[in-house]
């Protein structure tokens, strides 16, 4: 038992690696905590460096996991986690949980079908984005291959995400953060709390 | 439009400095980043791939709209079938007008300019803004997009500075991180108030109903969720099938479009996701999908352009054309530019709007590989040509030239003659300055070649057939119209060559022009009349192989007469037969040399820097590529390769007479990558780019390399 969990650890460190690379490559800060609790000190860490004042996140199980309103209480920036259309537009940090990340193009998965995950990844000039390690998969099509299996039950709205929001539109050179985040902090969780879905 | 506008309009992108710059910048860089992003691709297999499905979609167009239309509506959509652009702009409107709207975001889309709604709007009294920012310079302009994917590609930073200026009321720098920020401030506050959003789609899928947006700088998925109500404008090629359809399509449109593994942002929006309203109140979200047909069906009922229906929009085609990146999209004069445009353009617009600027394609075919749907774009123009010739007829002096002279081998030949009396007074040097040739006479072409006092065919007639030795295979040389009368020292050369490693040459007197400058110029029936009288000279001379100095001549004799002669069966067997033993000639000779069926030729050391030119047509119709380069080793040269071999050297046949200015600006680029080697020599095997590099190098004067033919080369050194 114990060397088959040593084995799928190896296996989600490589992948977390081959991850971290592609995904850095495109413009995207990649970290990996062991659990709910030490994402939550980098999430405070970013939110530190970035001097962010208010801070919006969406209801979502991962970000419940981090019990980032306890932590924080009254030391710390504002976090609104409901009446995201009003706090989102001068939030300077937005948090999200994600469902996928593939290792191929470095990108993020997520069913955006509730619109409180799209805000806070769109509207705040930094995006933290939060994903379970365990679900990284190695190429575009086998994440694709995750949702034909039943078609019926496609998400409305279906966001992948490479990077933060960039141009090339002036003379081709390459401009990170129009009208999306400028940017995209990962952090992998390899076990979320007890809340954690 | 007429010819005269689109000259001017040519000559005023020629001058434009700036824009030569930019679009040359990109087109060198696109190729290295493009190629980086392939890297753990495998291209062909990819481009197989999505050319099938696409195919397939474009078969099943109408079955799969219905299909489209009843699972968007299922899963919550409002799809509306519009027949014409007109019927597009309407519906919109009215949604609009019906929900009081007064405030639009729309991401990019060429579905969107192709209908001209932004106008229709505008004049509505809506304030309609672009949010890509490409897209919202334009706007901010008044100008079309100049690429489908980079539409401002054609203004500088100090150009979009001026522009923004004017906007913000405010006096920005020419510093491009400033601009972006002023455009994202700007557009951030339009986003926020926008009760509408519009946008494309760069895939339907007809099993799910949903639409896939690739975008990079996240206005798609602000249009697409700020306000709740969104418009979709689909053009009908943007359907497939299946849902598992979408890998091969999102694994090559960003790779080929921006050399990206994956655009920043991809969406799939499956019927109306949850909304809510400026004061975070919870509301019905409304998505209506506008399918537009506006010529599309009329393409898929065409079975030669029905093949432009698998375009997936990535732009490839005109970051590759060496035309496109001289002067740019706007001079196609309408919303689709470069290569695909021409097409696109001719059935969205009528066919009457693309007679003009298919002339603009050079021919030298290099977009076909790159295309991620492997459209033969090269083939699509070409017969574009053909139609537009057969609608509007060529001039009267070019009809008469090839109806009644080009068909007839004895007067175009005897013409060819009388030009190489009556030129005398003009020659100098072996080069004229004024060509006395029926097919030329525009001012400005200059170091054109002489005819030959003696044509190649006369030495035939005159050596005799050479003994032949005992089992000797028996080779017989077309020749093309340069080397029999321009270049027949190409000829003779060859002979050598061929003789010294054991083969009998033969010149079948009956031979003509192989007719592709006809089918170029939209006559294919003279071409393949010409090559009725090719089959027969050829046939009676009875040889085992047939080989040219000339590599259009080579794909026409083996890959264009089988199609052209089709229509009748024996004669298709019999250019079947031909074209079996058509053989390019440095492929011949290096394949004879190495499986040991010829004696091992003898070469004198050749102590020279060579650089070699890869001619479009050997290259890329005939895929020949290594075997000239061996030679040239085998002769013990010193090869050292320019950057870009295989880009045109602007030849291009008539090209270079109708458009000789342009002509002259890609062969410039030419010449300074083959400057840039040192080389003493540069090699070719295609009598057309002899043709027009030694032109230009001559232009260029001492110290300038020397171009010479291949087989020239090697008859040298024996």
New interface residues.
């Given amino acids: 038992m114990r060397a088959k969990t040593e084995k799928v650890d190896g296996e989600a460190q490589t992948l977390y690696e081959a991850f971290k690379l592609?995904a850095e490559a495109?413009s995207a800060r990649v970290d990996r905590a062991a659990d709910s609790l030490e994402a939550a000190f980098k999430v405070t860490e970013i939110v530190r460096q970035v001097g962010a004042k208010k801070v919006v996140a969406e209801p979502s199980p991962l970000v419940d996991s981090l019990g980032l309103d306890a932590l924080w209480n009254e030391s710390g920036p504002s976090l609104h986690r409901g009446?995201?259309?009003?706090h989102a537009?001068d939030a300077e940090v937005g948090i999200s949980g994600l469902d996928l990340a593939i290792v191929?193009?470095?990108?993020l998965v997520q069913d955006?079908?509730?619109?409180g995950g799209?805000?806070v990844s769109?509207l705040p000039p930094v995006h933290v984005a939060l994903v379970r390690t365990d679900r990284i998969v190695a190429t575009?099509?086998v994440a694709?291959d995750r949702?034909?299996g039943n078609?019926n039950g496609?998400?409305?709205?279906?966001?992948?995400?490479?990077?933060?929001?960039?141009?090339?539109?002036?003379?081709?050179?390459l401009?990170i953060?129009?009208?999306?985040?400028g940017e995209l902090r990962i952090i992998f969780i390899d076990r979320p709390g007890v809340e954690a879905v | 439009m007429s010819g005269t506008t689109i000259k001017g309009d040519i000559q005023a992108a020629l001058t434009n400095e700036s824009l030569r710059r930019?679009l040359g910048?990109?087109a060198d860089?696109y190729l290295d980043s493009r190629e980086a992003a392939y890297q753990?691709k495998d291209f062909s297999a990819l481009r197989e791939e999505i050319a099938a499905l696409k195919s397939q979609a474009a078969g099943r167009m109408e079955e799969l709209a219905g299909q489209f239309a009843d699972e968007a509506t299922r899963?919550g959509a409002i799809v509306f079938r519009a027949e014409t652009a007109g019927q597009a702009r309407e519906y919109i409107l009215n949604l609009a007008r019906e929900q009081g709207i007064k405030t639009i975001v729309k991401s990019k889309s060429m579905a969107s300019e192709e209908i001209h709604l932004n106008k229709c709007l505008a004049e509505a009294g809506m304030d309609v803004v672009e949010?890509?920012?490409?897209e919202w310079?334009i706007q901010l302009c008044g100008q079309r997009p100049s690429h489908m994917v980079?539409?401002?590609?054609h203004?500088?930073?100090g150009e979009?500075a001026g522009v923004f200026s004017r906007e913000t009321r405010e006096d920005l720098p020419p510093d491009?991180?400033r601009?972006?920020k002023v455009?994202?401030e700007n557009?951030?506050q339009k986003?926020?108030k926008a009760e509408m959003g519009i946008t494309g789609a760069n895939i339907a899928v007809a099993?799910?109903g949903?639409l896939v947006m690739v975008t990079?700088?996240?206005?798609g998925?602000?249009t697409?969720?700020l306000p709740p109500l969104h418009v979709a404008i689909v053009g009908l090629e943007k359907l497939v099938a299946r849902?598992?359809d979408?890998?091969p399509i999102?694994?090559a449109l960003p790779r080929s479009a921006?050399s990206?593994?994956?655009?920043?942002?991809?969406?799939?929006?499956?019927?109306?996701?949850?909304?809510?309203?400026?004061?975070?109140t919870p509301v019905q979200k409304e998505m209506h999908i506008v399918l537009l047909d506006n010529g599309r069906t009329e393409m898929q009922r065409d079975y030669v352009f029905k093949e432009a229906l698998q375009c997936i929009r990535c732009a490839s085609c005109l970051n590759v054309c060496p035309v496109f990146q001289l002067v740019g999209g706007h001079v196609f004069g309408h919303v689709y530019t470069g290569g695909i445009g021409t097409i696109l353009t001719a059935f969205f617009n009528g066919m009457e709007n693309a007679a003009e600027i298919q002339t603009l394609c050079l021919g030298c075919e290099r977009c076909k590989d790159f295309c991620p749907a492997k459209i033969n774009l090269p083939r699509l123009i070409s017969k574009l040509r053909t139609r537009v010739t057969r609608e509007k007829g060529l001039p009267l002096t070019q009809r008469l030239v090839l109806k009644n002279v080009l068909t007839n081998r004895q007067l175009f030949h005897a013409l060819l003659r009388a030009v190489s009396a009556a030129q005398k007074p003009f020659v100098k040097e072996g080069t004229m300055r004024h060509l006395p040739f029926f097919l030329a006479g525009q001012a400005g072409v200059k170091n054109l070649p002489a005819i030959a006092k003696e044509p190649l065919r006369d030495r035939f007639k005159k050596n005799g057939g050479r003994e032949a030795e005992r089992n000797a295979l028996r080779t017989g040389l077309f020749a093309g119209c340069l080397s029999d009368f321009i270049y027949p020292e190409i000829g003779t050369s060859m002979v050598k060559v061929l003789e010294h490693v054991g083969f009998e040459v033969v010149f079948p007197q009956g031979q003509t022009c192989c007719g592709y400058p006809a089918r170029q110029l939209g006559a294919p029936e003279v071409m393949a009349d010409v090559a009725r009288q090719n089959l027969e000279a050829f046939e009676s001379a009875g040889v085992d192989y047939i080989l040219t100095p000339c590599p259009t001549c080579t794909h026409s004799l083996k890959n264009v007469y089988p199609e052209l002669l089709a229509g009748d069966s024996a004669l298709q067997v019999r250019a079947a037969a031909m074209a079996g033993k058509v053989c390019d000639f440095a492929e011949f000779v290096y394949h004879q040399g190495k499986g040991g069926l010829v004696q091992k030729p003898e070469f004198k050391p050749l102590n020279k820097k060579v650089t070699y030119h890869d001619s479009c047509h050997l290259k890329r119709s005939l895929g020949i590529t290594v075997e000239p380069r061996e030679l040239l080793k085998m002769v013990g040269a010193d090869l050292v390769e320019m950057s870009f071999s295989d880009r045109c050297c602007g030849f291009g046949g008539s090209y270079s007479i109708k458009y000789h200015e342009l002509s002259a600006h890609i062969l410039d680029q030419k010449l300074a990558c083959i400057q840039e080697t040192g080389a003493d020599l540069v090699a070719v095997e295609c009598p057309g780019c002899l043709m027009q590099l030694r032109k230009g190098l001559a232009d260029r004067g001492q110290g300038a390399p020397e171009a010479k033919f291949l087989a020239e080369i090697l008859a040298d050194q024996l």
Avoid at chain 1, 177 to 181: K, N, W
């Fill in positions: 592609n495109v009446n995201l259309r009003l537009p191929e193009t470095g990108t955006a079908t509730c619109i799209r805000l769109m575009l099509r694709l949702y034909s078609l496609l998400p409305p709205y279906l966001a992948f995400i490479s990077g933060p929001s960039r141009t090339a539109d002036i003379e081709r050179v401009t953060g129009v009208h999306g985040p | 930019a910048r990109f860089a753990k899963h949010t890509d920012l490409g310079i980079l539409p401002a590609i203004m500088t930073r979009v491009i991180p601009l972006v455009a994202r557009l951030r986003f926020l099993e799910t949903t990079n700088e996240g206005n998925r602000l697409t969720t849902f598992s979408v890998a999102l694994e921006t990206q593994q994956l655009t920043s942002y991809v969406t799939m929006l499956t019927g109306p996701a949850p909304a809510v309203d400026a004061f975070n």
